[in-house]
């Protein structure tokens, strides 16, 4: 575990503090000793198709705490940076009606036509076609930049997974031989700094907490302590085997890992 004390946990959703429709055993009551002993509480994630409205409205039927500030995702981080460019920018998002809506709202000007595009914006969308790979397509080589909410290879679902919107990535660089600009969901740089300003705390004193290697824990790149947690994505066989950025703890479940913290 890094030096630094923890100021502020991040949690990730689906895995670490629910699974589906089920909330994680004790995780509740976790969560509300965090908040009880005055440690700012963030939830993060990569889901762009939900927006936090209805994360808060999920969170609360579990039995979860929760204030709307207190819900960000990939699709919030990439809004808020769009909405900070010098020059406003034009958007063509792939994605699901969730995130077009909240461009919209946003004040983000949307497009179909290639010319007008000046990013084309890949996310998780379920209802990608051919006829939107060639939007991207002539957007890309009349100038537009690639870039993306999140870069999830699969969103687990029960008894399996989605293709996510790495997929959608890959297929429109493959076509237009060009290079994702950048993600702005975990593990971004991006999003770390976004959370850390959020929370009012410097990244280096957050907490991750996450069942994803990939992503929860990548946000240690960007500088922020992480903790993994076993109840989710990832086994004990997946963990022995990565050889990517390790976390900096490991817990059985989210309720162990604010125990730590509390104590």
Request: proline share 7%; hydrophobic share 45%.
């Amino acid at each position: 575990m890094s030096t630094h004390p923890v100021d502020a946990c991040i949690f990730d959703l689906d895995g670490t503090v629910y699974l589906g429709d089920a909330v994680i055993l004790g995780a509740c009551e976790a969560i509300e000793a965090l908040q009880r002993a005055g440690v700012p509480v963030l939830f993060l994630s990569n889901n762009p198709t939900k927006n936090p409205v209805a994360y808060v409205q999920k969170l609360r039927t579990l039995g979860f705490a929760v204030a709307l500030h207190q819900v960000l995702t990939s699709a919030v981080v990439m809004c808020e940076w769009l909405v900070r460019q010098p020059t406003p920018p034009v958007v063509y998002p792939i994605a699901e009606p969730p995130l077009w809506s909240m461009l919209a709202e946003a004040g983000i000007r949307t497009s179909t036509q290639p010319a007008e595009i000046d990013y084309v914006l890949a996310s998780f969308d379920r209802t990608f076609d051919y006829a939107k790979l060639q939007i991207a397509f002539d957007a890309v080589r009349a100038g537009a930049k690639l870039i993306a909410t999140n870069p999830d290879k699969y969103c687990p679902v029960p008894g399996g997974g989605e293709p996510d919107c790495a997929a959608l990535i890959a297929a429109i660089e493959a076509c237009t031989d060009t290079t994702l600009a950048f993600t702005a969901g975990k593990p971004s740089a991006l999003a770390a700094q976004t959370a850390a300003a959020r929370l009012g705390v410097p990244i280096e004193r957050c907490l991750m907490i996450g069942d994803r290697l990939e992503t929860d824990i990548g946000m240690g790149i960007a500088g922020m302590q992480t903790a993994l947690v076993m109840t989710g994505a990832t086994t004990t066989a997946v963990l022995s085997g990565w050889q990517g950025h390790m976390p900096d703890t490991v817990y059985p479940s989210v309720v162990e890992c604010v125990k730590a913290v509390l104590a």
